[in-house]
């Protein structure tokens, strides 16, 4: 190509973008990052204003824990922080298979293997767990990573219901194919809403289909930290496959896949996004091991998250706030539009408390997404329910 032909290619292409964002900006679909100047917790910092954070996902407060910052100060003495390669060609530590045995053992399966992230994960597991013989069923409202994870798939992909399980057993019962795959959130990430995986765990039984579970929001927080499997009492079976991640509850960073040996070994050695990335630093996965051996120890703090969630739905309730069928500490409020929720976050910002706005693609209804944490006081969430009072009555 020609140097002139060559730049107005690039003109034209700047142009294409610049029209598109101007489109979700007409649309307030635009998203910015706020960079926070402080550590996570429940009080951070935004251009030198403190404000109350209700938008994490660090549930328990692991993610500043003393005497895991202790540990992975020491894994920095002992390992170094870069990882240098895949964990196949060398890039992993001692600390990844111990902290892969100490998976194993909390969610009882035989095996567990550590993956770069929870996005990582499904969108490596979910394509080489399913073939073109294969008809894989996905809740409507699962994370964008089994989404994608599908995308990847040669399955034939059928999108049931949220949490339909009339409609599951019809499609699953009526589908022909060699194998059949269930996906589910365990907690439901932007409603918070619990799959009701006694009934899942029925149909898949009677129809002989593998169940893949995403516990990213359950790890830590449910069956006294140890997952939604253990929450509904079902045995973790050899077709049950459990993936959870460790930067939620757990306060670190990546995720883990648990299941019988067989599994975990095929998917160690095809799962694209283990096989071809470089293994987390030592002193991420030491933090994560730190953090489960407290949950082990402590059931308080679990205690204290889910006391703390119950003040907080039982004010948003007195209010007169729909909170989208929560049953966890994700805590949607129901906004209508959103111009309405882009006006109450920004009313809650200025305030000094910060829960953002979730708005399409991210979801197709808008909310705000209220998270609480164990490290919230009674003064914080007091503090909460009376600005979104004032709010309610200044409207
Ligand atoms: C249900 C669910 N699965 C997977 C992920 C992805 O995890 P990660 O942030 O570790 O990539 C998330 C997190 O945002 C999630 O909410």
Redesign the pocket.
């Known amino acids: 190509m020609a140097g002139g032909d060559e730049c107005s290619f690039l003109w034209y292409n700047t142009l294409v973008f610049s029209e598109k964002l101007k489109i979700l900006k007409e649309n307030r679909l635009f998203r910015e990052i706020k960079d926070r100047e402080s550590p996570q917790g429940p009080r951070i910092k935004f251009a030198g204003k403190e404000y109350l954070n209700f938008s994490s996902n660090d549930y328990l407060g692991l993610a500043t824990h003393p005497s895991i910052i202790d540990k992975v100060k020491r894994s920095l003495d002992d390992y170094g922080y870069g990882s240098a390669a895949s964990r196949l060609l060398s890039g992993g530590s001692i600390l990844h298979k111990e902290l892969e045995d100490k998976i194993a053992k909390f969610k009882d399966t035989d095996a567990a293997l550590i993956f770069n ?3 990582a994960a ?1 969108t490596g597991i979910i394509p080489i767990i399913t073939d073109e013989q294969t008809a894989l069923f996905s809740d409507e409202l699962n ?1 964008a ?1 089994i989404i994608d994870g599908c995308r990847m798939s040669k399955a034939e992909v059928l999108i049931y219901r949220h949490k339909d399980l009339s409609y599951l057993e019809e499609l699953i019962r009526k589908k022909i194919a060699k194998r059949k795959v269930v996906i589910t ?1 365990t907690i439901f ?1 932007m409603n918070g809403d619990i799959s009701p995986l006694n009934d899942i765990y029925g149909i898949c039984k009677k129809n002989n289909a593998l169940l893949y579970l ?1 516990d ?2 359950g790890t830590g927080v449910l069956g006294n930290g140890k997952g939604a499997l253990s929450h509904f009492n079902i045995h973790p079976e050899p077709w049950i496959i459990q993936m959870g ?1 460790l ?1 939620k509850a757990i306060g670190s960073v990546g ?1 883990f896949v648990a299941g019988s040996s067989d599994v975990i070994e095929w998917i160690l050695n095809n799962a694209r996004s283990f096989v071809f990335s470089t293994a987390l630093p030592s002193c991420v996965i030491a933090a994560s091991t730190a953090a489960l051996e407290i949950i082990e120890k402590d059931s308080d703090l679990i205690k204290k998250l889910w006391e703390n969630r119950k003040k907080i739905v039982q004010g948003i309730k007195d209010i007169g706030y729909d909170i989208m069928g929560s049953e966890s500490p994700i805590i949607p409020i129901r906004t209508g539009t959103v111009e309405n929720t882009l006006r109450i976050s920004q009313y809650l910002y200025d305030k000094r408390i910060y829960a953002p706005a979730i708005r399409p693609p991210t979801v197709k209804e808008p909310r705000i997404r209220i998270t609480v944490t164990a490290s919230h006081t009674n003064e914080d969430i007091e503090r909460l329910i009376n600005v979104l009072k004032d709010m309610r009555a200044s409207k």
């Open positions: 992230s929870g996005y499904n994370h990573s959130d990430s995403d990213a929001h991640t930067s995720a």
